[in-house]
């Protein structure tokens, strides 16, 4: 199952541990008035057409990434990746760099990276402490939605929509629990020594996400040769279907600049890798 919409230039959206696109599509509005959006859900999901191999671990969700360029006939494309979503697209520019046009990391877990010591408590049995977890959800973002959403009435809208997606979309905790166990204890700064392509570090306000911590994300601006590290105001670790608009708006004019760059560029020396 692969999601399109929009026109222009393809930009892949890799959705978070929550494995489903639906959970984006906010984002993936907001972002089709700019690109051709191309989103999928996570391997391994059961409306997913692609297996998740266990044996391949993380790059099992690279290989869909490239599988699903080469269904669309693309060589290359803008990849961006919310949450652990990130982790992919990050693992898969360095895998695949002339195949990525830009990379944008958006709230994207530390690249050294461990489990709290209760979360490594819930992913050891999510069917029993899964629940716990959700339940913790709505006073974690609590403030994060307050901040995003200062009209009560708008908050309340933003939760009914969210509730109408678990109902159609509904999360799998074991699977979940899976990719938390598959990014704990990694270290990516390897993989970002090999990023060639333009990259944009996005993430909420310092003091607004409660899940990833915006520092930790921020590193990957310190890690990867000439990223731009931007930030989300008035939102956390949700500033891409929070507030997609703004969201968008920063990945549409990152992209503008950067082909500004290689048009100024392309004076002196013919550019092999266009972003469109």
């Not at 297996?51 to 360029?69: H, I, K, P, T, W």
């Not at 939760?159 to 699977?175: F, K």
Request: aromatic share 8%; with cysteine.
């Amino acid at each position: 199952m692969i999601v399109e919409q929009g026109h222009g230039t393809p930009l892949v959206l890799i959705p978070g541990i929550q494995g489903r696109w639906e959970y984006m599509r906010p984002a993936v509005d907001a972002l089709s008035d700019y690109f051709r959006v191309i989103t999928f859900p996570l391997c391994g999901e059961r409306v997913s057409a692609h297996a998740f191999d266990a044996s391949r671990g993380l790059d099992s969700y690279v290989d869909q990434v490239s599988s699903v360029l080469v269904e669309k006939r693309l060589p290359r494309a803008i990849v961006c990746g919310v949450s652990f979503g990130g982790v992919v697209a990050l693992r898969f520019a360095a895998a695949h760099p002339t195949r990525v046009a830009a990379l944008v990391l958006a709230s994207t877990p530390a690249p050294v990276w461990r489990l709290r010591p209760r979360h490594e408590i819930y992913v050891r049995a999510p069917w029993l402490f899964g629940p716990v977890f959700l339940a913790e959800s709505p006073w974690r973002l609590r403030a994060e939605l307050a901040a995003a959403f200062p009209d009560p009435g708008e908050r309340r809208r933003f939760r009914r929509t969210v509730l109408r997606t678990l109902v159609g979309a509904p999360l799998s905790l074991s699977r979940m629990a899976k990719r938390a166990r598959l990014m704990n204890g990694m270290d990516l700064r390897a993989d970002c020594a090999r990023i060639a392509a333009p990259t944009l570090v996005v993430t909420g306000e310092r003091s607004l996400d409660h899940v990833v911590p915006a520092d930790d994300s921020a590193n990957y601006a310190r890690l990867i040769s000439n990223a731009r590290a931007v930030v989300v105001e008035r939102t956390g670790h949700l500033g891409s279907i929070t507030r997609p608009d703004a969201f968008a708006a920063i990945v549409h004019d990152f992209v503008d600049e950067c082909d500004d760059a290689r048009q100024q560029g392309s004076d002196s020396q013919p550019d092999r890798h266009p972003v469109a």
